[in-house]
């Protein structure tokens, strides 16, 4: 079965000279192969009649196009198709009684085409883009008996009703207006808004209008909202963003808790998460904007090993060109450098808040993870590093030169990719160890033509952090740079920047709370502590196993090594395993 996938935004008739027209090999024999539209000038490909050639991918030079040979079994499996040329979906999830769902893949591979059909706000093609009278009837008889037939039969019925806390929540204060109290007042169909608001810390918030609000108090009020609603299935796009460890075991624990009742799907990019919170798991593959794939559902283990080895053994598909692989901790480079910055007794009062460190340092090809809750002065301090904010006592050098990657990216570049690339690195980035290591490692040479304006939040990130990394310095400081990447994206992200450190015998600081990230990124751990908002003392660093073990124990979450592919999984609380590792000191197991 092939699939020819016209990209809308990137094709651009008036700039090109109808390349993929012009050099088609069955168009020169003279079959209507490719036809350009009177009235737009774009292509229409026709799959029956392609050769698959891939002469007018290669020629297009707006790479507008995207022809993939699948396997011919997938044309019974086809869930929906937008257009002759459009994005399309086969298979969907299940939602299970008694259990969470998770979903685990890339975005723009149609999990929210999925959950639309889930919900019934559309009523699934079955790639029959030109029936515009699609029936329920047709859908469910084309499914085979099982949980998800009987799903969509209660669909049809009008049975099923559904919450979504979406995933950008940062945009909600562009869209709703008010106190959060009058928002989840309105959304409280189940009478549980004391119960919730203070299960979710945010009982201290409900006078505050949407617009004050954080990020990491955005999504609580938006999980909170979604919680409020007596329906039959919660989606949750995204739930974890934001929010510090703490924050997203307490999720977990609220979630599940509503799993024993209703039926929940999670799309969540943050592994541990992902591995503690969900009971299965759907991968989903494919090829961004052009189609998706979902296998079906897998054990919660076996799905993100899978996951992270790239290969798919019962579809015979390779999704990764190689497998994500997590060291030993004695795996990691043990000489290291000449300081290149230290610092120590650092003071610093913001309003309210109060920032105290002891001493500390970094030194050349080291990586430092920066952990801790949200509000004790992570961003401060390296603002405090990069020279943004003045220290009020204490000392630090300053003779490092300093690349900084904030938390929030805000920029104003009317222009593309390229333009935006060029006026901060300049062509470095055009070539060499760079454009492999981190261009390309972050899927940014795809993003090139794109309007910075039309980036997703997931682009803009992996932009800013390959200008940050691009730019000549001692010291990287990045903020949060796994924010809105997804899970195979959040890898390249933690490989790319240790590459970089490693080869230019560099020094970084890295803000997450992305464990699997930190553990990827880091060689040491400078810890946070302290009550949010009100004041917080940064200790280290540590070697990261023993800054792991304190960064864990003020958490109270133990993680373990999965035998099969090293990665840290957190122990199920009052487990064996929780309680063994409890009484010897080891919150952050590097043995199997």
Not at 215 to 220: C, V
Not at 542 to 550: H, I, S, T
Request: net charge negative; proline share 4%.
């Amino acid at each position: 079965m092939r699939v020819a996938v016209l990209k809308e935004d990137s094709c651009q008739p008036k700039k090109c000279n109808d390349e993929c027209h012009a050099f088609c090999p069955p168009v020169r024999n003279g079959q209507e192969c490719i036809i350009l539209d009177d009235k737009t000038g774009k292509p229409h490909i026709s799959e029956s009649l392609c050769i698959g050639c891939g002469i007018c991918v290669n020629k297009c030079p707006h790479d507008a196009l995207i022809i993939e040979q699948l396997p011919s079994e997938l044309e019974t499996d086809m869930i929906h198709r937008y257009s002759m040329n459009g994005f399309r979906l086969f298979r969907l999830p299940t939602p299970s009684k008694e259990s969470v769902v998770g979903i685990l893949g890339p975005n723009g591979m149609g999990k929210s085409t999925a959950i639309n059909a889930l919900s019934g706000r559309i009523v699934p093609n079955l790639g029959d883009w030109m029936d515009k009278e699609a029936d329920w009837d047709g859908v469910i008889e084309s499914l085979p008996r099982g949980e998800l037939r009987d799903f969509f039969v209660a669909v049809k019925a009008e049975k099923i009703r559904v919450a979504l806390k979406p995933q950008n929540v940062d945009r909600l204060p562009k869209r709703v207006k008010g106190s959060v109290r009058d928002l989840l007042m309105k959304v409280d169909e189940r009478n549980m808004f004391t119960e919730m608001t203070e299960k979710l810390g945010i009982d201290h918030l409900l006078d505050r209008t949407i617009q004050q609000l954080s990020g990491g108090e955005l999504q609580r009020m938006a999980i909170c909202a979604t919680l409020l609603r007596d329906v039959d299935v919660y989606f949750f796009d995204e739930p974890s963003s934001y929010l510090d460890i703490h924050e997203r075991m307490r999720i977990v624990g609220i979630i599940q808790e509503l799993s024993t009742t209703k039926r929940v799907i999670v799309i969540e990019h943050d592994l541990a998460v992902l591995d503690v919170l969900c009971d299965l798991i759907h991968i989903v593959y494919g090829k961004k904007g052009a189609f998706g794939i979902f296998t079906p559902a897998r054990s919660t283990r076996q799905a993100i090993n899978t996951y992270l080895d790239g290969f798919l053994p019962e579809q015979n598909v390779r999704i990764r060109d190689k497998p994500i692989k997590f060291l030993n901790h004695s795996d990691r480079v043990a000489e290291l450098g000449s300081q290149v910055v230290s610092w120590g007794g650092l003071g610093k009062t913001l309003g309210d808040f109060t920032l105290a460190t002891g001493e500390g340092a970094v030194h050349r090809s080291e990586v430092v993870g920066v952990v801790g809750p949200n509000g004790t002065g992570k961003s401060t301090m390296i603002k405090v590093l990069a020279g943004e904010h003045e220290y009020d006592e204490g000392w630090v050098t300053s003779d490092a030169s300093i690349s900084y990657k904030p938390q929030h990216i805000d920029v104003d570049i009317d222009g593309s990719v390229q333009l935006w690339l060029d006026s901060e690195i300049g062509p470095r980035w055009r070539s060499g160890e760079f454009n492999v290591n981190v261009i390309r490692a972050l899927g940014v040479d795809e993003l090139l033509p794109k309007r910075v304006k039309k980036l997703s939040g997931g682009e803009r990130q992996a932009v800013s952090i390959a200008i940050c990394l691009g730019r000549e310095a001692d010291l990287y400081l990045l903020d949060e740079p796994s924010a809105h990447l997804d899970a195979n994206a959040r890898m390249e992200a933690a490989k790319a920047i240790r590459r970089t450190m490693e080869a230019n015998e560099k020094s970084a600081f890295v803000i997450d709370h992305d464990v699997y990230f930190i553990d990827i990124v880091s060689d040491s751990l400078l810890v946070f502590e302290g009550e949010g908002g009100t004041y917080g003392k940064a200790e280290g660093p540590f070697k990261l196993q023993e800054g792991m073990n304190r960064f864990l124990q003020g958490v109270n979450v133990t993680f373990r090594r999965d035998h099969d592919s090293k990665r840290p999984r957190i122990n199920k609380s009052a487990s064996r395993k929780d309680r063994e590792q409890r009484t010897s000191g080891d919150y952050y197991s590097f043995n199997h």
